[in-house]
Each structure stands twice: as C-alpha cells, then as structure tokens.
C-alpha cells in the first residue's frame, strides 16, 4: 500500500475477496498442484497456528491471508474508503453483469460489452500412488524441459507424458 500511494496517491484501488475458506481451500490446491505443499490433508495444514504460517511462502498461509481486515487497513489509511473498491468473488460469480457494472462506474470507464469469460478452474492434484508418482518427476521433468537438452522429440514426449498424468478434471 505505502509503494502505490508513494507512486501514485490518486490511484483507484480495487480488492477482491473472497470466501475465506474457499480461498484458503483453493491456494492450498494451487500449492499442492505446484509441489510447494506436500501435505495432501487440508484439515491438518488449516489446523496449523497462525505463528507458523509467518513464515510459509505466502501461498501456504492459508489462515493468514483470510484475515481481510487486516489486509484492506493499510490501504484505507493512506488511500481512504472514496478510493477503494471492494468487490466479493462470489458476487462476481452470481452476478457477473451487477458487479462489472458496479466496478466500471467507479472506475469511471464505460459500460463493459462482450461475453463473460472464466478460466482457471479447480483442480485437485493427484493423490494415492499417481499423486506421488507425479510428485516425484514433475521437478526434474521441468528441469530437463528447461535447461535440458535440444532434443525436441524427448521434450515433447515429456510435455505428452505429464498432460496426460496431470491433466485438470473435466
């Protein structure tokens, strides 16, 4: 907050919520998809104090980041509540059109035209015997994909191999 208001203290600001739970549910997926949690019980890292969560990558403070007051506060003392705009995930997911609309008018920029687009779904790495599988060459497939060699017939099946064991659920 202080970075923004130093570069520009008239900017408009919008935060976006969202559930808690759901979003701590969500990033410890994101976490798990990119094997920075290795944990697979969320009710066990969720259970975890607050203290310990301080000093996680800020994906992993699952807690910690729900505590939206705390948050939003630094910005409300050096913007003020006129230059802030919050919007709720969920709003935006019930009601798409209500909520651009609200966002659009106090950006001050004309009517939103044109579809609604989602991307990024949900998605559940894998568990059991696949999940750890997949844990264990994910890295050092990633590695070979980036450093490795210039053989792209083995990179392609690398790539081929890994969509086909981690692919997203339908």
């Known amino acids: 907050a202080g970075r923004l208001h130093a570069h520009n203290p008239d900017m408009k600001i919008v935060l976006v919520m969202r559930e808690p ?4 549910y969500s990033s410890f ?3 798990r998809s990119h094997l920075l949690e ?8 969720f ?18 980041l729900g505590y939206y007051g705390a948050l939003i506060s630094p910005f409300v003392q050096l913007f003020g509540t006129e230059q ?3 919007v709720a995930f969920e709003n935006l997911v019930e009601d798409y059109d209500g909520t ?12 939103h035209e044109g579809e609604k687009l989602w991307s990024n779904p949900s998605y ?15 890295g050092p497939a990633r590695k070979l994909l980036r450093f490795g060699s210039n053989d792209a017939r083995a990179k392609e099946r690398i790539k081929s191999l890994m969509k086909l064991v981690y692919k997203r659920p339908d």
């Open 84 to 86: 802030i705009h919050l």
């Open 29 to 31: 997926n994101h976490a």
């Open 21 to 24: 739970v759901s979003r701590a």
């Open 47 to 64: 259970a975890r104090p607050i203290a310990e969560e301080e000093n996680l990558l800020p994906i992993r403070r699952y807690k910690l």
């Open 100 to 111: 651009l609309k609200e966002l659009t008018d106090f950006l001050g920029l004309p009517p």
């Open 38 to 45: 290795m944990n697979e019980d969320f009710k066990a890292v």
């Open 124 to 138: 559940v790495p894998p568990s059991g015997f696949t999940g750890k599988a997949v844990r264990l060459v994910k």
